[in-house]
């Protein structure tokens, strides 16, 4: 069975399926109704409700809250929040909303909110809204409001953070609840303005993490500078505001769309600022304008080595404190669609049952991303490539198809994807010991021919495999489990994994192009960080991977060839988003084709980037298998 995105298929397949091997399917999100709270409701309601929807966890509320100014907050969450037994509450979206008007009650705060249409926005997306007043209304925000946003962001941002004692381990609530982490936004209106102009976004560690501004009215004092690139749409503000935001943003292009001024940075067009000159201007039209026409075209990946910028601050053991984020380009999901046109499909069916693991689990939860052309056959036959997507430990399938960027490349270059879901459902398993992570060799390859039968569309010449971490393991797994599906693999920092004795029979007869990618502050087993090298479980897959397609293995030699231990046939020197260096190494056949790479990404540590599939695709594009022959052929144009 199939649903796009919807939750009451979901619940009901969860209901009736309890009995067999598969003990559940996978709930991507919470079984909340709309609420309406205070912040302090909401931090004190927060761990019972998720003792009670997670009853193997035990939940805490995050004492960054315990003493957040009273009566100033509001907090407004849809129904079906994203689950925070996985990472998808990470795509949870978030709009915090800075204002200093005053409200009588929860029902005016409310009433407030949808007169914006801020919890439709919410509805639509799945997410929260929260709304913050000063803390002395008489003064207007000012530095102890700096505090408590600094508190509320450290509580948001905290997803999946856990205290251990003698006691056991207890999650802290708050994130979980109403947090989140990918797409933040921020809105400040009047005295809200001025104070995200002078406070947050002056500060590199709280601007950093803000997918999109929306400031109506508000100054900004002299001395102040904005401290990171940030797309911003400026409403009736001072006239010193715009070029502060420009310079920021490194804007070297402008325009008029209409009325509005927009100045941008040509190469990185998403570093914006949008200037309207309106006395007339309807708040809740600029809300739409700004919500629908910039903030959800862009989104916020966690990085950078933690601690570089906050390892003074209170909460710093606290997750995801790995400023500055890296500003990304969004392809967003609105009602089971992207706007260029990519279906998300949810599948939660039985199709796979034969292939279990050693605790009797298997694969019963996929996702499928489709241009609408396959969907509707009007694609010709054998036109579209697929991608096979492997999430990490503790990713969701949609959350890591996102975040490495691969949702907005299906977008560009109309790719079709499937991502299941191979961790296991059974409450206290492990990700990797008897779960489907187990049965990958068996049932990806599986998974490939299932999309290629119900899909004329999509191309058996131009299939392709990768993942992240334990995705990469996967990546392996499926190649060493059938290589002739696949016309090319990337194996992204994945969990270290050789083939199984006779998995290694199929390449005397087949060829794989395969690369690595890791960076420099990866995990012991991919990078080896003190010495400045790959690590050996690294080495011995280069080395398989040279074996595969009968080319000479390597001897490293680290001290002739830093960080790799080899010299290639191709090096590259490159940067990424002109943010982080590019290594890349390239072994080539006797025909010319890079067989074998190694890329390396300088100064980020293990964790989801946007360029991620980027590179990868840059690699996997040129190569196709002839699915008679099962020849590879290489393209280079």
């Known amino acids: 069975m199939k649903k796009w995105v919807s939750l009451v298929l979901a619940f009901v397949l969860a209901a009736g399926c309890l009995g067999s091997a598969s003990a559940a399917y996978y709930q991507q999100h919470q079984s909340n109704e709309a609420t309406f709270e205070t912040l302090e409701e909401a931090h004190a309601n927060a761990p019972g409700y998720l003792s009670a929807e997670y009853t193997d966890r035990a939940y805490i509320a995050d004492?960054?809250?315990?003493?957040?100014?009273?009566?100033?907050?509001?907090?407004?969450?849809?129904?079906?929040?994203?689950?925070?037994?996985?990472?998808?509450?990470?795509?949870?979206?978030?709009?915090?909303?800075?204002?200093?008007?005053?409200?009588a009650g929860k029902d005016d705060a409310l009433n407030y909110l949808k007169g914006l249409g801020l919890t439709d926005m919410a509805d639509e997306a799945t997410g929260s809204v929260v709304l913050v007043t000063p803390i002395d209304p008489e003064a207007g925000f000012g530095q102890a409001d700096q505090y408590a946003y600094f508190q509320l962001q450290s509580a948001m941002c905290n997803i999946g953070y856990s205290v251990s004692d003698d006691n056991g381990t207890r999650y802290y609530a708050d994130a979980g609840y109403f947090g989140g982490l990918t797409y933040r936004y921020l809105i400040g209106i009047e005295g809200g303005a001025t104070f995200i102009n002078d406070y947050v976004a002056s500060n590199l560690d709280y601007i950093s993490r803000i997918a999109g501004l929306l400031l109506v009215g508000g100054e900004m004092e002299k001395i102040r500078e904005v401290a990171a690139s940030v797309p911003v749409w400026l409403v009736n503000a001072d006239e010193a505001v715009a070029p502060k935001y420009a310079a920021a943003n490194e804007t070297d292009s402008n325009g008029r769309n209409g009325s509005d001024l927009i100045y941008y940075n040509q190469e990185h067009p998403l570093q914006q600022v949008i200037v309207t000159e309106d006395e007339n201007a309807d708040l809740a039209d600029m809300?739409?304008?700004?919500?629908?026409?910039?903030?959800?075209?862009?989104?916020?990946?966690?990085?950078?080595?933690?601690?570089?910028?906050?390892?003074?601050?209170?909460?710093?053991?606290?997750?995801?404190?790995?400023?500055?984020?890296?500003?990304?380009?969004?392809?967003?999901?609105?009602?089971?669609?992207?706007?260029?046109?990519?279906?998300?499909?949810?599948?939660?069916?039985?199709?796979?049952?034969?292939?279990?693991?050693?605790?009797?689990?298997?694969?019963?939860?996929?996702?499928?991303?489709?241009?609408?052309?396959?969907?509707?056959?009007?694609?010709?036959?054998?036109?579209?490539?697929?991608?096979?997507?492997?999430?990490?430990?503790?990713?969701?399938?949609?959350?890591?198809?996102d975040e490495l960027g691969w949702l907005k490349l299906a977008g560009e270059e109309r790719i079709a994807i499937i991502a299941q879901r191979h961790t296991s459902e059974i409450p206290g398993s492990s990700i990797f010991d008897g779960s489907p992570f187990d049965t990958m060799s068996d049932v990806l390859p599986q998974m490939v021919r299932y999309m290629l039968e119900t899909y004329p569309a999509l191309d058996p010449s131009r299939v392709y495999v990768s993942g992240y971490s334990m995705g990469g393991s996967c990546t392996n797994r499926a190649v060493y489990g059938d290589?002739?599906?696949?016309?090319?693999?990337?194996?992204?920092?994945?969990?270290?994994?050789?083939?199984?004795?006779?998995?290694?029979?199929?390449?005397?007869?087949?060829?794989?192009?395969?690369?690595?990618?890791?960076?420099?502050?990866?995990?012991?087993?991919?990078?080896?960080?003190?010495?400045?090298?790959?690590?050996?479980?690294?080495?011995?897959n280069i080395n398989d991977y040279l074996t595969y397609n009968e080319m000479d293995t390597v001897t490293f030699d680290f001290e002739t060839y830093p960080m790799s231990g080899f010299k290639g046939d191709v090096y590259r020197e490159t940067m990424v988003n002109d943010e982080y260096p590019l290594y890349s190494w390239f072994f080539l056949n006797d025909e010319g084709a890079p067989m074998v790479g190694l890329s390396i990404i300088e100064f980020i540590p293990h964790g989801l980037y946007q360029e991620y599939a980027n590179i990868a695709w840059d690699y996997m594009k040129h190569f196709s298998r002839d699915p008679e022959t099962l020849e590879i052929a290489y393209c280079p144009y």
């Not at 957040?68 to 037994?85: D, E, H, K, L, M």
């Not at 669609?337 to 939660?348: A, F, K, L, S, Y």
């Not at 794989?512 to 080896?528: A, K, Q, R, W």
Request: aromatic letters at 12%; charged letters at 20%; glycine letters at 6%.
């Open 287 to 401: 809300v739409h304008r700004a919500y629908y026409d910039l903030f959800i075209t862009a989104m916020r990946i966690p990085v950078v080595k933690a601690n570089l910028y906050t390892a003074s601050t209170l909460y710093s053991d606290y997750k995801w404190n790995q400023a500055p984020y890296s500003l990304a380009d969004r392809n967003p999901i609105i009602n089971g669609v992207t706007p260029d046109g990519i279906h998300v499909v949810e599948h939660q069916e039985e199709r796979f049952s034969d292939y279990k693991a050693a605790n009797g689990e298997y694969v019963t939860t996929w996702y499928e991303f489709l241009p609408e052309e396959v969907l509707n056959n009007t694609a010709d036959e054998h036109s579209i490539p697929l991608l096979l997507c492997n999430h990490g430990g503790g990713d969701d399938p949609v959350q890591a198809v």
């Open 63 to 103: 004492p960054a809250l315990d003493d957040y100014p009273q009566g100033t907050t509001y907090v407004y969450r849809s129904p079906g929040i994203y689950n925070c037994v996985s990472a998808a509450n990470r795509m949870n979206t978030n709009l915090l909303v800075y204002t200093d008007e005053q409200f």
């Open 483 to 540: 290589a002739s599906v696949f016309a090319a693999a990337v194996n992204m920092s994945g969990t270290p994994y050789t083939h199984t004795e006779g998995q290694d029979e199929q390449f005397k007869t087949l060829d794989i192009p395969m690369m690595l990618t890791t960076c420099t502050y990866d995990t012991y087993t991919h990078f080896d960080a003190e010495n400045g090298i790959i690590a050996e479980d690294f080495q011995m």
